[in-house]
């Protein structure tokens, strides 16, 4: 079945240190990928796309993410977090059939220690 | 500029009883989608349309059915409402296929059936 992972429920990093969140996915071609964040209480924001070309995609807010076509992946990076990163961030794909489902990841939390 | 609409808040109902989450989106979009958002399991598909009269399971639609009769609502309905429903329900719409920019999300409508 389709589907989507996002293998760390919490992570916590310290302000200035790097950032890497998995997202792997299950299916037979490449889909439309995206990556989200949602903050306490506010509706989802998005923060970069992938759907063909430059597997390195950048984003708002100094984000940036690597879609790995031969590991499934599509790992959302940051060099540097602030503590304004503190959310909740999830994975999500367009599986590109004739009705163009559209699934989320379970989402990872990120903690920033001061 | 409200684009996608649902129609309560905040609910509370009884178990058994029938409930109806209503949402409409006011840019002619074919896909819809119903999601209930849960800490720790993230957006989970509920059912999709791709168009009028047009319906596909997601990954949990036990429980759950759907009635899209005009192009610009998509109906959520709990035909007997249980408290494992209780639940934050978020309702989205986009062109296809679903371009990270052009997915609308509602404000969603908080649950609470006891």
């Known amino acids: 079945a389709q589907s989507v992972t996002q293998p760390d429920i919490h992570i916590t990093v310290s302000e200035g240190a790097s950032l890497e969140l998995r997202c792997n996915y299950s299916?037979?071609?490449?889909?439309?990928l995206f990556w989200y964040v949602q903050s306490p209480g506010q509706g989802l924001q998005l923060l970069l796309k992938?759907?063909?070309?430059?597997?390195l995609v950048q984003g708002i807010k100094g984000f940036e993410a690597e879609f790995k076509r031969s590991q499934s992946s599509f790992n959302l990076r940051k060099p540097s977090v602030h503590w304004s990163d503190a959310a909740e961030y999830f994975c999500?794909?367009?599986?590109?059939?004739?009705?163009?489902?559209?699934?989320f990841g379970s989402g990872t939390r990120l903690l920033v220690r001061p | 500029d409200v684009k996608v609409t649902q129609s309560s808040r905040y609910l509370v109902k009884r178990t058994g009883e029938k409930v109806f989450l209503e949402c409409v989106q006011d840019?002619?979009?074919?896909?819809m989608f119903w999601y209930r958002q849960d800490p720790g399991l993230g957006l989970r598909l509920i059912y999709f349309?791709?168009?009028?009269?047009?319906?596909e399971k997601g990954d949990i639609p036990e429980g759950y059915s759907v009635s899209r009769e005009k192009k610009e609502r998509f109906s959520l309905i709990l035909e007997s409402a249980s408290t494992n429903q209780t639940s934050m329900y978020l309702c989205?719409?986009?062109?296809?296929?679903?371009?990270?920019?052009?997915?609308?999300f509602g404000e969603g409508s908080w649950l609470t059936v006891v």
């Open positions: 992938y759907f063909s070309g430059d597997t």
């Open positions: 989205a719409s986009s062109f296809p296929p679903p371009d990270g920019n052009t997915i609308y």
């Open positions: 999500a794909v367009v599986m590109m059939d004739s009705s163009y489902k559209l699934i």
């Open positions: 349309s791709y168009d009028v009269k047009m319906k």
């Open positions: 299916y037979g071609a490449t889909p439309y």
């Open positions: 840019m002619d979009h074919e896909n």
